[in-house]
């Protein structure tokens, strides 16, 4: 069992940058190391959209309206992800989510959106303000 929790949500201005962490607890740096990871995003009314994935060996892939200007990251080391939003636009606010599943194959299950990911944190809340 993996537990996700979200942190560095909050309140911004239009151009402006955030970052949101995830710790991941009751699993080993090693557990860690090997999970597939990811942020998605949903906002009021909307489904639930994958944002930006990252694999055991550090290769990203991105949502295509968002990869000039998110930037997601891990640390093994610290059990910890990380999504760097910069230029934040009103309709980038949204309940960020950070997920995780044991497998090799990141990539396939990323393609699945979030039926692929086993384990959920509660979310952080972004609201970016025009």
């Known amino acids: 069992q993996v537990y996700l929790a979200e942190s560095g949500g909050g309140s911004v201005q239009a151009g402006g940058s955030l970052t949101v962490s995830c710790v991941a607890s009751?699993?080993?740096?090693?557990?860690?190391?090997?999970?597939?990871m990811a942020w998605f995003r949903q906002a009021p009314g909307k489904e639930r959209e994958g944002v930006a994935v990252i694999n055991s060996g550090g290769n990203t892939i991105y949502a295509d309206s968002m990869k000039d200007r998110f930037t997601i990251s891990r640390d093994n080391g610290k059990n910890s992800l990380y999504l760097q939003m910069n230029s934040l636009k009103p309709e980038d606010s949204a309940m960020y989510y950070c997920?995780?599943?044991?497998?090799?194959?990141?990539?396939?299950?990323?393609?699945?959106?979030?039926?692929?990911?086993?384990?959920w944190g509660q979310g952080t809340q972004v609201t970016v303000s025009s």
């Open positions: 997920a995780a599943d044991h497998t090799m194959y990141c990539t396939t299950v990323w393609r699945r959106g979030r039926v692929g990911f086993d384990y």
């Open positions: 009751a699993a080993s740096t090693s557990i860690f190391s090997g999970l597939c």
